[in-house]
């Protein structure tokens, strides 16, 4: 009986020891490197705050971090919310490619951030992510876009990649002041976006031409709306509907339709002394589709 209390002993010991060697070292949570403050889960890695003085800060793809002799490597995956909030000594912010997600106001209040780069794999912007920024020109090349991400900034440029397929509602426009951007003036849509958020670009005072491409299906109610200075716009031709006051308010001199069926077309266009051009075989049909949604009876059809 002794014999195989000892034996019993012995065997649980020895699985006690073989588990205990097989443990990882704790890796802590929370941990800063190279003065960003970095919330680990898993294999991947969150930037929550920065601690440095730099004006030109990249954000890596991964990080290495060394504990008791061992080596672990966690991607950086996202930028949280509010992390360089309020940084005023910041100027630029490279971000390797890798990065999947910046949360709501991760650089708001960055007085004097001017430039940054975005991955293509970046899969979502927060709202109000850039703004009160100092950024004047920007390619966003892929992602879910929240609402006024650069509410506040000076922008004058922006170009949109195909990895963008939705334009969010309100992107420029803050319902509650009742205002757009007045220093917009060049937007570039790439091919890949599918649909323009309802009052989108509305009150952009400075933008003087729109180029829809093909792959875009559906512009919603007043996202061109008070766009005074603009004076041409082109429809790709994948293009199946406008929405109410979508162009309402400005000043447009020539539209280009390029579909060879017509849109379907909510409300008015905005068309006092004004060119349209559509494909010719398609003419007729282009008539009738706006007759009654045109905002006044001087303009002229022209078959190309």
């Not at 001017?114 to 009160?132: C, D, H, M, Q, V």
């Not at 992107?171 to 091919?191: K, R």
């Amino acid at each position: 009986m002794k014999l195989k209390l000892l034996f019993y002993t012995l065997v649980l010991s020895l699985l006690v020891f073989i588990t205990s060697c097989g443990e990882d070292d704790p890796i802590p949570q929370h941990i800063t490197h190279k003065s960003l403050n970095l919330v680990i889960d898993g294999e991947e890695a969150t930037v929550v705050g920065y601690t440095g003085n730099e004006v030109s800060v990249t954000i890596p793809s991964s990080v290495e971090i060394n504990v008791n002799n061992k080596s672990y490597i966690y991607k950086i995956t996202e930028i949280g919310k509010g992390a360089f909030s309020n940084i005023r000594q910041l100027r630029e912010v490279n971000i390797d490619e890798g990065l999947e997600c910046i949360q709501d106001e991760a650089f708001k209040g960055c007085l004097n951030l001017r430039t940054i780069e975005l991955p293509t794999t970046l899969k979502y912007i927060g709202n109000f992510a850039f703004s009160e920024t100092a950024i004047k020109d920007i390619t966003i090349p892929s992602g879910n876009i929240g609402s006024l991400i650069l509410y506040g900034a000076p922008l004058s440029s922006l170009h949109l990649g195909s990895g963008v397929k939705k334009i969010p509602n309100n992107f420029f426009y803050e319902n509650i002041g009742g205002s757009g951007s007045t220093s917009l003036a060049e937007v570039t849509f790439s091919e890949g976006l599918d649909e323009i958020g309802y009052s989108a670009f509305k009150g952009c005072s400075h933008i003087t031409e729109v180029i829809i491409p093909s792959s875009t299906t559906k512009i919603n109610d007043a996202a061109f709306q008070n766009n005074v200075s603009l004076t041409k716009v082109v429809f790709g031709s994948g293009l199946k509907s406008i929405g109410d006051d979508a162009f309402n308010n400005c000043n447009i001199k020539n539209y280009y339709f390029k579909g060879q069926e017509p849109p379907t077309i909510q409300g008015y266009l905005d068309a006092f002394f004004c060119d349209i051009y559509v494909p010719l075989g398609s003419k007729s049909l282009y008539e009738q589709a706006l007759q009654g949604h045109l905002s006044s009876s001087y303009y002229t059809i022209h078959g190309y």
